[in-house]
Structure formats: C-alpha cells, structure tokens
C-alpha cells in the first residue's frame, strides 16, 4: 500500500467499476419492498453547485445504506429543464451575439437552447458521478423527454375535462423583463420605503372632492370607482355619486362595499381592478369594468391618454407634477410597504390583469392535507407539517401559463373558424366541433413546476402502467431542501395523489440551507460560493462528503467550513494508515481465524464498542440523524480504534506475549469500513479491496464492498466489565498524559504514578505495561486504598473509577517549580489587581460599551481562578 492516500487516483477508477457492475441498477424482486428516490433534478442551465452535492451526499448515504441491506433499491437521475431560467440565461447569450429572439423566431430560438441545455445535461450527470452518486443512470429523465411530456399533456387534459383547469382573467403577477406571468410562489414581497400619496377626486356637477390615498399614482388611470365602507357616516351621502378622475377626466362611480377599511388613509379607496388584487375581486363583486393601461413592457397604453408611451415610473412623476399644477395633490406621506419582485431578476414585479390557464388547487389540496394529517406520509423534521398544513389550507388558484417559448406548451388549440377551444393529449388536425383544419396552438408554455410535480410517477412511466410504476410507487423518501417545500414537494403531493390514486412517497426529508464559515447563506453575490469541484480536486469526493454532513440535522440550516473539510481529508488518512498497520500484521501471522476463547480484555472491549456503535448509528439512520451517526463513526474509528485499541496492539506485540490481534483487527476494521462506506464510499471501498486482497477465499464474498452486507450489531459481543476496565485504563493514561502537559514535563522524563482503582485493581494491573508505554509512567503502582499514599507534595487526580497520585518530584524539580509558580502567581496578582481598578474605574464603566465591561469583568474572573489554581499548586509542593 502506497504511503499516503491520494482520493485523485482512486475514485474514478471505483467509480467505474460500480458502474460497469451495473450495482446502481436495482432487480425488481416482487417479494421484497423495494427503497426508492428519485433526486430532485437540477436544472439544466447551470453547473452543479454546492447545495446539489449536500442534496447528492444525503441521498447517496441512504440509497447505499439501503442497497447494503439488501433492499432492491432504486435512485432515479434527472434534469430539470427550468424553462424561464434557462431562456433568460439564452437570451442572453443571443443578445451578446447582437441576436434578438423575437427576430430570430420561435422554432430556432428553441432550437438553440435545446442545444445549449443537451451539453448542460451530460455536464450534470459527471459531475454527479465525481460525488459518488449511485443513481441508475439508465433510468435517467429530463422533463422534455417524450415519456414525461406525455405525462404533462395527460395531467393538464384530464384536470381540464374535471374543470380543475380553466382559462380566466385573473391578477397575475407580471414580470416586465422576464416577459412573463409568474406564480405567487415566484415572487419575493421586499418591504420597501415609499410615499402614500393623497389625491383629490372632483365630484361631478358640484364643488365637492372626495381624496384617497394611493401608492402608485399612475395606477388612477386604470381606476373605474371609488368605494367607501357602508358604515362610514362621512361618505354616506356621496355614495352613488360620480367622481371625474384627474388627468384622463373620466367619470367614476363612487360605491360602498365592506372590503373597504375606513381605518387606511381616508377611509376612501380608489379601485384599479386591472392592476389590484384586492381591487380585482372588488370589480367583480360590483361588477365594475376593467380598464388595463400597461403594454407588456410596462409603458403605458392608449388607456393611459396623455401618457401614453411613457414608461411606469416616468409616469407617475408626470402625473405627479399635473396633480400638483390643478392644486388636487393633498399631500405625501413616507410609507413603507411591501412590493413583489421577480424572483429571478428583482424587477418590479406589476399585478395585471390577464388571461390566463389555472389550476383550481383547492379540491387537490384537501386529499393532501389528509395525506399528511393521517400521517401516511410524515415530515421530518416534524415542524414543518404545520407550515405545509397551513399553506395547503389557505392555498391559492395556481397560475400554470407562462409567455415563454422554452417549456412544455400548452395543449390546447383553438378554431379560427369558429372558435372552439380543443385540450388534447395528442396533437389535433381539425377542430373538434366544426372539424377545421384553420386551428392554432394556445402560444403559451405551462409553469416549470406543473411538469415537476408529476416528477414522481412521470418519470416511472406514467401514464403507462408500466412495471416500474407498478413496482416503485410510491416511492420511499422525498429529500430536499426546505425551500422548495410549496414549490414543488407539497405540488408533488396533489398532483401525486390526483393522478395515480396513491401518494408519491412516504417520507418527505427536507435539509436545510448551506452557509458558509461566518454564517451567511452561500451566493454568488457575496462571493462566498464554494465549488464542489474545486473542492474535490483538493481534499478528495469523501472529505467533502463527510463535511457536508458534519453535524448535519433535518431542517438545520449547515454550515460549510474549511476546518471540516480538512477533518473529512484527515479521516481519511487515518483510515489509510490504521488500514496500513493491519495489512502490514498479515506478514507476521496471516491466520485470521477468530478463536472467541483467545480474545484479551482490549479485545473484548473493541468488539463490544464495535457492536455499540453498529447499534447506534443503525438506530440514527432510521431516524434520520445522519450527522451524528457519522459523528459517532468517526469518534469510533479515530478515538478507539486507532488511538487506543491500534497501541494496545502495538504494545502486545511487541511484548511477544498474548494472542495474535490479526483476528480482531481484521474483523473490526473490515465491518467498520463497512459501517462508514455509506458516507466515505471511496476511502472506504480502496481500502477494503486492499483487506479483501490478503483475506483467504470465502472471507469476504462480494466483489465490491458497495454491495457487501451492512454490518448488524451482534448482541453477544456486549461485554460491559471489559469496557469498564479498558475505559478506566484510558482515562488513567488520559490523565497522567493531561498532568504531564499542565506541568510541562518534559516527553523523556518518566513519572510516578500510584493507582487505587478499589475492585477493578486486579484487571487494571495486567495493564500496568501499557499504561507505562503510553503516559510514560514508571513504576506504575497499585494501592489497597487512599490511605496509603501521602497528601502532601503529590497530584492526586480523581476520575470516574480510579485515583491516580503522582508524586510532584517525580514531575518537576520542587525547587525550580516553586520558583515558576511563584513567579506566575506574581504575574497573575497583578493582572488581576489591573482588572479590578479598572473595574472600579467610574469613567470606564460609563463609556466603554457594555459587552467590553462584560469582557473585561469575564477576564477578571478567570484570572482570579487560575491565580487561585496557582496557589494551591504551590500549597501542594509544600
Ligand atoms: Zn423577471
Ligand atoms: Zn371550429
């Protein structure tokens, strides 16, 4: 074995050979209840970023897990291809070529992205390939793929023939520079700080005013009334009247309606319904008409009168100054309030009215709030059910069209002829009613997320009744980030439940986001972005993995950090060389037999904490606590093994006494790497086949350890006395180790230790060598009791089953460490004398910021304690 591990030459080369095993392609076995996943696909426009490879790493460690268990298991690849970013990213490309897509036209522009988004898609999948990710690559789907293009058409055909899909003016969010209509879900609401304006409005015939408020005062344009709440005694007699809208002059009637709140501005509302939400159902109540005065990019329409061409904002500072001239502008407020933006591109989002295909949610919602409430399908972590529950419950009709040209269109045709409107799966040639051929698609593409909420069963074959439909859905586990949860797990879930009868998964596994060092949320903007490549190429595939997943809890926000990284790599090496000594035992004794009668203490003891930890982290995983599991692996692997147990061994070896250690360290170390190959699959895998290489024939039967059985815990190995006498051992050498540090002792001086240890004596006695070689004590004695050691000029350490006393001489030269103590009890008195005038000092109590006097009276306290430790060391060399 080469001398250090190097991840750069290993794992491409098990990586194929998984993949030429053809291990990532699950048997259908109708006896067994298969563990499926299916990722969530990236999209298409970009490169895999560090949130894909946590998304990657947390799949990957369950679908192993699973597979080891022999569950046929099934993790199924795909792409997203995310119209509206994609198309924007294209554009862009096209406009640096001086190419406007209009010009260009529909069919090439498509043909271009297409292209484009085919040369993303493979980039994809090898970067998911550098994780480890042992998805079934042969199952691979992109959302435009005929299969799920065909699931698209069905779902929106058969939702239309229910009527849960119709076509309707609604308010929609419109987004000026992405061209496009956008779901609530896609627009962020900023508060942002602007000005409430106060506008008179002449009453016709007369000299009376009647003033609203409104934030957006080029929207009177668009008004077509002004209502008042019923109750309100001021407007009472207006009611009924006409108000002339400034700058257009076109009269308004003033209406009463409830919504109105007589609390807001002057208890007087202007009503836009083509550019209001709230103003929208109004109009509809009182059937008032709608008067649009925007073009598409928002500059202002023949609506708009004078200001026709303008630009929004242009418009409403020349309305501004009109109102001001006429003397009908009352005042300006500053108000904050909260605006949609665009969630891609940050432009201001403007509410319009639109024709536009939805979806009626609410008879899909409630089968999936029961899906979740009846607990067939469970949220981890648990507190995201009441979020979920509480959008469902309050969900919203789902705008599903978008003006874009990259997407699945729409399936709907419409007659020239006589204006029948055709929904069909497959493309039609004539209309259905008078059987022209004069018919026109609907323009339109469908909402990204319409074709990723069918991404459970579309991508198993539905609506075919396939055999994989039939044998992996529903599917097992649903992991993703919680921020996606409405976008598309709770979308999944009703279309899910909708289209198959069943629900998509049981469990739904959502993590959090990924910060980096400081805290902050990883973005491009703040150039804290890191490279899952880049940092591959570093540290190597299994140290950024075990990073990932440091600490990692369901729904915790994670933080990504350097330290962890070099953690992760340094694990590695760790196994590398424990793996190393072990295959270098092999040429001194190559029998492995295990004789149960021939095991040692240390030996009982690993095997036992062996048996423990598979106990644990088994338990963990169920339940989903993957950061700790691999915490207590590690804390396994590293803290007993290698630290302990490898010494132990070294020690009995070299003492030529005892059995051979071949045996449990083959045993231990070849389930450990088992144990962890879920996490660190590479390390683990280059490592095992090293082990596998020198094991006699029938040792280990699989080829790889990827498809070897995951280790159970075998509750015979339990031996607490062994591990009662070999924790206390440790801690002995622990605490002779930390004494000699606190003391500076020098590494070739031997100290002294007397050990009173009461009923363990005997066991720890036969330890006496190995406590001597590995805290570098000698003599190690054993006392009967307490009493037989002397109180002065001693360090008596208590632990938890043992007192240790180190005669002080045998640490330190008395005479030279009372000077060096008294030397920093002088220096430590004055430190603290310094810290309490200034403590005491009125003018630096008042001035300093309160977390500076905090700091310093913190600084106080524990120099007092340490002088006072000081002082007692001292007391104690006499
Ligand atoms: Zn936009
Ligand atoms: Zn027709």
Partial sequence: MPKAYEAGKVEQKWYKFWLDKGYFTPKIDPKKKPFVIIMPPPNVTGELHIGHALTATLEDIMIRWHRMRGEPTLWLPGVDHAGIATQVVVEQMLAKEGVDRHKLGREKTQARIKQWAESRRQKIARQHQRLGASCDWGRERYTLDE?????????????????????????????????????????????????????????????????????????????????????????????????????????????????????????????????????????????????NILNPDVTMNENAGPYKGMDRFECRQAILDDLKKEGLLVKVEPYGHSVG????????????????????TKPLAEPAIKAVTNGRISIIPERFNKVYLNWMENIRDWCISRQLWWGHRIPVWYCRDCGEVTVSVDEPKTC??????????DPDVLDTWFSSALWTHSTLGWPDDTEDLGYFYPTTVMETGYDILFFWVARMIMMGLEDTGDIPFSTVYLHGLLRDEKGEKMSKVRGNVVDPLDTIAEYGTDALRFALTSDISPGNDIKLTPSRLEAGRNFANKLWNATRFVVRSFEQDPDIEFKQDRLTLEDRWILSRLSGTIANVARLMANFQFGEAQRQLHDFLWGEFCDWYIEFVKIRLNSGEGPSPLPVLVHTLETSLRLLHPFMPFVTEELWQNLKQRLPDGWAETESIMVADYPEADKKAIDPQAERVMEAVIEIVHAVRNARAEHKVESGRWVEAQVCAGGLTPAIAAYSPAIETLARARPVSFLESRGEAPDENVLALVLKSSEVIIPMESMVDLKAERKRLGQEIAQTGAEVARLETRLKDKAFLTKAPPAVVAKERDKLAEKKDRLERLKQSLDRLG
Wanted: with cysteine; net charge positive; hydrophobic share 35%.
């Fill in 341 to 360: 933006h665009c969630m891609r591109c940050q432009t201001v989002i403007e509410p319009i009215a639109s024709q536009q295909w939805f979806i009626n």
């Fill in 432 to 441: 259905s009613k008078c059987g022209s051929s004069n018919i026109e698609q």
């Fill in 147 to 291: 299969g799920p293009s065909r699931a698209v058409r069905t779902a929106f055909v058969r939702l239309y023939e229910k009527g849960l899909i119709y076509r309707g003016e609604r308010i929609i969010n419109w987004c000026p520079r992405c061209a496009t209509a956008l779901s609530d879900l896609e627009t962020d609401h900023k508060d942002i700080q602007g000005n409430l304006y106060y506008v008179r409005y002449p009453l016709e015939g007369g000299k009376e005013f009647i003033t609203v408020a409104t934030t957006r005062p080029e929207t009177i344009l668009g008004d077509t009334a002004v209502a008042v709440n019923p109750r309100d005694k001021r407007y009472k007699a207006m009611v009924g009247k006409k108000a002339i809208l400034p700058a257009v002059r076109r009269t308004v009637p003033i209406i009463a309606d409830e919504a109105v709140d007589p609390e807001f501005g002057t208890g007087a509302v202007k009503i836009t319904p083509a550019h209001d939400p709230v103003d929208f159902e109004m109009a509809q109540r009182n059937d008032l008409p709608l008067v």
